[in-house]
């Protein structure tokens, strides 16, 4: 895996006008079930963002190419999980995957829609929760929408950590909130914080029904 991050990561250092796809392609990877669970796409993802910080890569195609692949990637999860059914589970290879799917389902049980949306910054389910949400039949439109709105928070917000460290300490104090970069970083923290508070509520009114 190391290996493959070192590749990727180098890559995109000597052919910067292949970046855009490379991240987009590691952001669909990255959101494809069974792919995502192997591939080391976000570690390459937080790099790529101290790239971008350093000014070696131009973030604009960065940032589109990451929601893209996101979004596509759990699209075709999605839609397989709707194609394939529930039974899909019980066959390879997701039947070697039984404990994520579990976790997965459990997580989607649990909050719903909003699963889609906050399951996307986190790891165990990332890959998994599309696919459940076609499974157990979520409307279309309410996945697509969840789908993309957590495509658009979670490009800038995977990139961020790196593109903080390359900057360093300074600059974030100097941050700018009136400048476009700043305003993608506020407004992806705060959805954030919104997401997250949204499903423990929810979660909270289901427990005390």
């Keep these: 895996m190391q290996?493959?991050?070192?590749?990727?990561?180098?890559?995109?250092?000597?052919h910067q006008a292949w970046a855009g796809l490379v991240v987009g392609l590691l952001a669909f990877g990255e959101s494809l079930v069974l792919v995502g669970i192997l591939l080391p796409g976000t570690t390459v993802l937080i790099i790529v963002g101290g790239l971008v910080g350093a000014g070696i890569v131009q973030p604009l195609p960065v940032?589109?190419?990451?929601?893209?692949?996101?979004?596509?990637?759990?699209?075709i999860s999605y839609f397989l999980g709707k194609w394939l059914g529930r039974g899909v589970v019980h066959k390879w290879p997701l039947n070697r995957y039984r404990r994520?799917?579990?976790?997965?389902?459990?997580?989607?049980?649990?909050?719903?829609?909003?699963?889609?949306?906050?399951?996307?910054?986190?790891?165990?389910?990332?890959?998994?929760v599309p696919l459940v949400a076609g499974m157990m039949g979520m409307n279309r439109l309410r996945f697509q929408i969840a789908n993309i709105l957590?495509?658009?928070?979670?490009?800038?917000?995977?990139?961020?950590?790196?593109w903080l460290a390359a900057r360093?300490?300074?600059?974030?104090?100097?941050?700018?909130?009136?400048?476009?970069?700043?305003?993608?970083?506020?407004?992806?923290?705060?959805?954030?914080?919104?997401?997250?508070?949204?499903?423990?509520?929810?979660?909270?009114g289901k427990r005390d029904r």
């Design 100 to 128: 994520e799917v579990a976790r997965a389902r459990l997580f989607f049980h649990r909050y719903g829609s909003a699963a889609v949306f906050v399951g996307r910054f986190f790891g165990p389910v990332r890959a998994t």
């Design 150 to 162: 957590s495509a658009i928070v979670w490009a800038p917000v995977v990139l961020s950590p790196g």
């Design 3 to 14: 290996s493959f991050v070192d590749q990727s990561v180098s890559f995109i250092e000597n």
């Design 63 to 75: 940032l589109l190419a990451a929601m893209i692949g996101a979004i596509l990637g759990d699209t």
């Design 168 to 204: 360093g300490a300074d600059s974030f104090a100097r941050f700018d909130a009136t400048s476009l970069s700043g305003a993608v970083m506020i407004a992806a923290i705060s959805a954030i914080i919104v997401a997250v508070i949204a499903v423990k509520l929810r979660y909270r």
